[in-house]
């Protein structure tokens, strides 16, 4: 009886000190030991080293300010460009409304007289009537040359080809010359002192002139039976004229 109790007790015992060795063991195998430091293995990362990476390590908030700085020099220096195209795109148009003026003044160029005086002037050569109408046409043209030069800024061809050869059309020259009949503007142009005569400075060698005869010193009157008072009448006439014309 008391031989088979201990019996019963030796094998609980055992098996109890068995259990408690086995859980010891597989303990071990869960956590290693600290004087043994665990190996890296190929392919994995260990949990409590933070991956390596190429580039350096940057403070975001940092980056995220850099970033922003260089959105507002960018904007910046975009602004100053616009403004600089803009004061570019005024200047030359600036240029462009002046060069039309010195155009027009080449065309049409103004009297130094006031006109008190040129009315004074007009007055000892034709008679009032006369001088009121050489001035009303004068004003006229006046008035079309500002609708010229303003109508050429607002559409945009103030100094292109169009605007020249409508500046050469827009002439009082032609309205006057009408007015007064050849003997009355030629009378006009020598009262106020302006070139009624074209005299031949110099020929071209075996030109059309130069085979004509044309000297040096010759006076040109007329051109295809039209009064020649002006260099530029004559340029018109030779334009207007065909290759191996005779004239």
Known sequence: ?????????????????????????????DEPLESEPELPQPGVVPRDTAPESPFAVVDESVAEAETDLIS???????AALLQRIEDAESRIEALETELAEVRLQQFFP??????????????SVFEPTTVADIQ????NFQLQRLELRDRAIREGWINTDRFREESRA???AGQLREALGDEGYDKLLVAEGRDNRVRIESVIENSAADVSGIEVGDVIIRYADDRIFQFRDLRDGT????RNETV
Do not use: H, N, P
């Open 1 to 29: 009886m008391y031989v088979g109790k201990y019996l019963i007790f030796v094998v609980g015992m055992s098996v109890a000190i068995a259990g408690m060795f086995g859980f010891s063991y597989l303990s071990s195998r």
């Open 72 to 78: 507002d020099t960018a904007v910046v220096d975009v």
């Open 110 to 123: 103004e009297d130094s007289a006031t006109e008190a005086q040129q009315e004074e002037l007009l007055s």
């Open 136 to 139: 009303s046409i004068r004003d």
């Open 170 to 172: 827009l002439r009082s």
């Open 239 to 242: 334009t207007g004229g065909e």
